[in-house]
Structure formats: structure tokens, C-alpha cells
């Protein structure tokens, strides 16, 4: 009998996709540098004389009041310009699982499992230092439990550009892991927000968002993509979602689950496509191509700009760091929760599936990535504040702490990733030397020429 044929886990992938991939890869680590900027202005500004001014901008408000949208500008970044992050987000799962590699179940069953397992261990990890045992937590009248999804997240932006700086050298399939499993960490997060961060829930406004989203749904499959019929529907979907009491966030990730991936038979190139996108391509990828600098260049880092300000010497700051359970467990949730619960998932799926690791890869270099998944930066502050309220001690408690783990993971992630680099460029380059003498053999060996 034959030995059934084991699946990379990390195996080389089509010439199509490494190119889509490599093309988000560098639109990614652009807004993963301005995301940076915006969040140390943010920190700059906060701890300033003139802090505020800062305060002031946060909660200034605008919008229609007879529509009840007089929001903050705080909360329109965290319900408005994140919806656009998670439709972008939906759009790349959407197209990896229909048209992607991840089509294939074997190999979509990895990034999966392995993002579940980032999100459960840091979650549990973050209950258990904030468990009625543990006597340097007080869980009970502050509602610190409701925390436990904050260290869940990995920042897609954040992750890649530290990634691309370090590992030019690291072979793209751990790029290609990072990047799907950050997408379906991101929707595992959108999930937890609408299921436990949903105080109130008024069943008609969401009823009645189902007319624009089936309307919108109908235009795009139809091959619409005139900006003023789609943005008006998906608008009142966004409305209608955020009236309802779910987070209107949800409303972009359901937006871009009506988008059909693959192209209708006998239909010609998108309309609009424009360059960058391929002959032909399918709706979500004209919209991700679209949309994607919008989300990466203005949306995330308008959001950190207006959310990670907290002055370092408040009652939320660093005196209270390593004295409270909150911010402990959010720490260990991302500095240690999230690279174990990535990196048992892949070894579980590899050891009791048929799926293994590619042979140029090793263990380690999978636990790098796993640490690096520890960035924690935009779902992450948005989630501590639905969970404890914008402004307050536990929120400006879990900035620090976010803002903490995410850099003590990226500087360990560094570590690790930068000796792997090494690693194969030498292996390059050795290859490289091998190859070279190998040609100057032959053309010794060769006969003359007359």
C-alpha cells in the first residue's frame, strides 16, 4: 500500500498568488510604518503640556444628531473607519478560501486551527491571572473578566512590517502564514465582538439592515461597481448595523461576504480594475485593490492616532503595570498566550494529521512567526474599549498594556526571525557559490571550440 501523500504546511504556492501576496505584503508594511507614526503621535501628544488638546479632538462631535450619529471622533474612527479595516479583511478571507490555496481544505484547516489555538490560550491565560485566586487581581467590582478577549488579536499592519524588515531572506511561505492567519484572527475577533461585546441589541434596525446588504449584494454580482449606488447601501448598512447595538464593524465584514470572488463566465476584465489588478480579476479583488490603501494608508492609522493616546503617568499608566491583573494578563496574553497557542495548534494539526511541515523550514522558524503574531495594536484597543469604556482607568490600563506586550513580542520576534535571516542567506548565498562553481566545471570541462 501506498503512504498517502503528506500536505506542507508551510509548501510552496502558486506563481499567481506569492505575486497577489507579495503585492499586499508591500501595501501592508506602508501602513504598518504610518500606523507607527500615528501611535507615537498619539503617545507624544498625550503626554504633553498641551494633552488637552488631545482629549479635546478626541471628543469632539459630529455628525447628524436626528439620526443618532452625533458621535465622538473617537468613536466614529472605532465604528466607522475600522469597518472599512474589516471589509478589506473579509474581502482577502473570502478570496482565499474560494479561489486561494486555502480552496483546498487540508491546507485551510492550518492557518485555522492555528489561529484558533492564538486566540484560546491567550484568552485563558488572561482569566487565569485575573482569576478571584490570583491575590494580586480584584475581578469582581471593576469587571476585570471582561478583558479576556483583548490579547486575542494579532495587528495584520503591524506584524508584516516588522516581518518584512527583519526576514528578507525567510522563505514567503511564512509570509503567506502570517498573513492568512492574521485574517482569520481578525474575523475569529469580529466574531468575539459581536457575540460578547453587544450590550443591547434592537432586532429591527438589524432586520432592516438586510434591504441595503441584499441590494448591495444583488448590484455587485451583477457587476455594479459605480461608487455612487454601492456607497449609499453599504453606508445605511453601516447605520443600520450600528443602530441595532452590534458593532457596526460587523457591517464590513458582511459587506464583503456578498462579494463574489470569481468572475461571471463570458464577463471581461473588472471595470475600473485598473493596474495592479490582474486580466479578469474577480470582484473582491478589484474591491480589495480598491479599498486596501484606504484601509492601511488613512483608516488604521487615523484609528491609532485617536486611540492610543494615554499618558504614561495616569491612574491607567505605568505605576499600575505590574501591580494590577488586568494589565498583567493582557501582557501574558500577548507575550506568551498567543506564540503557544499558535505554535501546539500547528504542531497538533502536524503531528495527528496528514500535513507536515515543508522540509526547508524548521520548528523554530514557526515559533518565530507565532511570537511575532503577538502584536496586538487595533482590534486589540478596540476591544478594551467596548469592554471597559473609552477613557477609563481600565481602558488607559489596557493601552499601556497593549502597547507593552505588542513591543516586548515584536523585539522578541526580532531576535529570533533576524537569526533565521541569517540562516538562509547564508544558505542563499552557499547555494549561490555551489552553483557558480558547478558552471565554472562544466565550462573547464567542455571541449574547445574550433
Do not use: C
Not at 81 to 95: C, M, N, S
Not at 310 to 337: E, I, K, N, Q, Y
Not at 339 to 349: E, N, R
Not at 363 to 371: L, T
Amino acid at each position: 500500500m501506498s503512504t498517502p501523500r503528506r500536505t506542507p504546511l508551510f509548501g510552496p504556492r502558486s506563481r499567481t498568488e506569492t505575486r497577489r501576496i507579495a503585492d499586499i505584503l508591500r501595501q501592508e508594511t506602508i501602513g504598518g510604518a504610518l500606523l507607527l507614526v500615528a501611535a507615537l503621535a498619539a503617545l507624544v501628544w498625550a503626554n504633553s503640556p498641551w494633552s488637552a488638546g488631545y482629549e479635546t479632538l478626541r471628543s469632539a462631535r459630529v455628525g447628524p444628531e436626528a439620526l443618532h450619529l452625533d458621535l465622538s471622533l473617537a468613536t466614529w474612527a472605532a465604528d466607522g473607519l475600522l469597518a472599512i479595516f474589516f471589509f478589506v479583511a473579509g474581502l482577502e478571507l473570502k478570496r482565499e478560501f474560494v479561489a486561494g490555496d486555502l480552496r483546498d481544505p487540508r491546507r485551510a484547516a492550518v492557518p485555522v486551527v492555528a489561529a484558533a489555538g492564538g486566540v484560546v490560550v491567550p484568552a485563558l491565560l488572561y482569566l487565569l491571572v485575573n482569576t478571584p485566586l490570583n491575590p494580586l487581581t480584584d475581578p469582581g467590582a471593576d469587571g476585570a473578566l471582561r478583558g479576556w478577549a483583548v490579547p486575542t488579536a494579532t495587528d495584520i499592519a503591524f506584524a508584516l512590517a516588522v516581518l518584512a524588515v527583519v526576514g528578507r531572506n525567510l522563505p514567503s511561505a511564512l509570509r503567506t502564514f502570517l498573513l492568512t492567519l492574521a485574517v482569520v484572527d481578525d474575523l475569529l475577533a469580529i466574531a468575539i465582538i459581536a457575540v460578547f461585546y453587544t450590550t443591547h441589541l434592537a432586532p429591527l434596525p438589524l432586520l432592516a439592515a438586510l434591504l441595503p446588504l441584499g441590494l448591495f449584494a444583488v448590484l455587485v454580482r451583477r457587476g455594479v461597481r459605480a461608487w455612487w449606488l454601492l456607497a449609499p447601501l453599504a453606508a445605511v448598512t453601516w447605520a443600520l448595523v450600528h443602530a441595532s447595538g452590534v458593532h457596526a464593524t460587523v457591517a464590513g465584514v458582511l459587506l464583503a461576504f456578498t462579494v463574489p470572488v470569481l468572475r461571471a463566465p463570458g464577463k471581461g476584465p473588472a471595470e475600473g480594475s485598473g493596474e495592479g489588478t490582474a486580466e479578469g480579476a474577480g470582484p473582491a479583488e478589484h474591491f480589495e485593490h480598491r479599498f486596501r490603501p484606504l484601509s492601511a494608508g488613512v483608516a488604521v492609522p487615523l484609528f491609532a492616532f485617536l486611540s492610543a493616546g494615554v499618558a504614561f503617568g495616569g491612574p491607567g499608566g505605568l505605576p499600575g503595570l505590574l501591580t494590577d491583573g488586568v494589565p498583567l494578563g493582557v501582557v501574558a496574553g500577548l507575550v506568551a498566550g498567543k506564540p503557544l497557542g499558535i505554535t501546539a495548534a500547528t504542531w497538533l494539526v502536524a503531528r495527528f494529521t496528514r500535513a507536515g511541515i515543508d522540509e526547508g523550514l524548521a520548528w523554530v522558524d514557526i515559533v518565530g512567526v507565532a511570537v511575532l503574531s503577538g502584536i496586538g495594536f487595533t482590534v486589540s484597543l478596540l476591544i478594551g474599549e467596548l469592554a471597559f469604556g473609552a477613557g477609563s482607568t481600565r481602558d488607559g490600563q489596557v493601552k499601556v498594556a497593549v502597547l507593552t506586550g505588542s513591543l516586548v513580542a515584536a523585539l522578541l520576534a526580532t531576535v529570533i526571525l533576524r537569526l533565521r535571516d541569517r540562516v538562509y542567506r547564508r544558505l542563499a548565498e552557499t547555494e549561490a557559490d555551489s552553483q557558480a562553481d558547478a558552471e565554472a566545471e562544466a565550462r573547464a570541462a567542455a571541449p574547445p571550440t574550433t
